[in-house]
């Protein structure tokens, strides 16, 4: 056993992270990649893969050939999707072993080391997952357009609709909505236009100013808040209802989102035990012992 | 002025319409043509209101050379974006005088006859209108994506956003998620390549079902219309502070819709005097008393 190597991966939608450590545990090195999104062109998350791979290896004083000696686990943006795990491994792989699961199954994996509990991670998007002897579900995490409650692409959407509202004059402006629309030269058209090419990202990046006005007691930035967070809370207490104990929150809007969450909610959360990487290692080491291939 | 005809056009996505009376305002003729939302392709849309015109023509008796005796006005879906406009007009019109506006001032035209007054759009999309004074506002009407509440797509997208709160527990399931569902095998990812591909009018098609199962006491159905009627009674609301004293309802959600909507906003619901056809006519004799081209 002390041959082996285990490699895990985060595969997310703008870089992708590698960890190698040994059978004991050890960290032998990181490294750091590209894009891999498993939608995305497999020739392109190949390489991103194999750049933050190569980079670990390196670290660890080890060569190109020592990757037939690596048990793989990857958590994966996107690998929700079936055909996009496939079309990824149509060409083989070059290592040992290599396992693929959603990124939200190794946070999962990291957080609770597989025991019971549950992650709600909040970022772009928002997803809710966990459950208890193995058995998870997710909850929500279906995307911007009818899932995903209080995302930062949720949150910056119902911005723009409620700014539409304040120039309309059917809710009072307030300093939020002021800045908002000024940036949009207070013309509705603009602010349309510039929707026509909105992507979730795009969205997004209004969550920090609302996050900012809220804290500030401006009315519509509250209203947002509370909004998104009531949304999060819901998803929050379907995890405890299938059992989950605890509540490890993952993604860049968890933390200011967190003092708004319902109580009961709240009281649940705990810190993650590991990260995503290494719930990545364990998906690898426990494919070895239940001997898939 | 016993010469001068006058041509009224609705000019719309899916098709045009168009009507013809003398300077007495008799009725000389009517006419169809295809989409005409002056977004679409300039030779469609030209191709499909001289369609409609050509056909109105012939009912009257009237020939191709008649063309440049009439005065036109045109409400059309689109217009208030001005290079839209412009790129239709941009080869010149065969009329005496053309003048184009928004499908929601036509109707608001030929509902109060020009007086004080608004309108509430409720279609696929929705929109308020109205003014006193000649002085008219935009009350939402900013597509489906951050606006048009109340609205058919709006409706039909908030069903499956709650059709998956159903799906995974997060809210009881009712027979109208449960059928909804059901379209979709119970797979979520069925349902969200569906949303993939899914334009505003698909998911507007939905209204009629959400609408059918809140009559029979479905709470799904119930919560959904009453969210979608307390949007609309907001931009009721806000057209009524407008100065306006009455509201006109259009669209094909708008009766349906109407016993779900606010006290205030019901007790000032009328009848429109005329439709958007002889809206738009009125239009065409404005302009001709203003002494525009």
Redesign the interface.
């Known amino acids: 056993m002390t041959d082996l190597l285990f490699l895990g991966i985060d595969g997310g939608g703008t870089k992708c992270r590698a960890r190698l450590r040994d059978a004991k545990g050890t960290l032998l090195g990181e490294g750091t990649g590209g894009p891999s999104n498993i939608r995305l062109d497999p020739e392109l998350v190949w390489n991103s893969l194999l750049t933050a791979c190569r980079e670990a290896l390196a670290q660890a004083g080890l060569h190109e050939d020592d990757l037939k000696r690596i048990h793989a686990g990857m958590g994966a943006a996107g690998a929700?999707?079936t055909s996009a795990v496939e079309r990824l491994l149509s060409r083989g792989h070059p290592f040992a072993s290599f396992e693929i699961e959603t990124d939200a199954h190794t946070a999962w994996l990291g957080a609770f080391k597989g025991g019971d509990g549950a992650i709600l991670i909040v970022g772009t998007g928002s997803c809710g997952y966990g459950g208890t002897s193995g058995q998870c579900?997710?909850?929500?995490g279906?995307?911007y357009?009818?899932?995903d409650e209080g995302s930062g692409a949720a949150i910056g959407?119902e911005l723009?609709?409620r700014c539409?509202?304040a120039h309309?004059?059917?809710i009072a402006a307030t300093p939020l909505s002021d800045a908002v629309l000024a940036e949009f030269k207070n013309d509705?058209?603009i602010?349309?236009d510039w929707?026509g090419k909105a992507r979730p990202a795009d969205y997004g990046r209004y969550a920090p100013l609302v996050l900012q006005h809220a804290e500030r007691r401006d009315p519509l930035g509250i209203a947002i808040v509370e909004d998104a967070a009531a949304g999060l809370s819901?998803?929050g207490?379907?995890l405890l209802?299938?059992g989950a104990p605890a509540i490890c929150l993952f993604g860049g809007l968890s933390e200011p989102l967190r003092p708004w969450l319902s109580p009961p909610v709240q009281r649940t959360i705990a810190e993650p035990m590991a990260d995503a990487l290494d719930g990545a290692i364990l998906l690898a080491r426990m494919a070895l012992q239940e001997g898939r291939p």
Do not use: K
């Open positions: 929700g999707q579900h997710y909850v929500g279906w995307g357009e009818i899932s959407r723009l609709r539409i509202w309309d004059g059917r509705l058209e602010l349309v929707v819901a998803i207490m379907r209802d299938l």
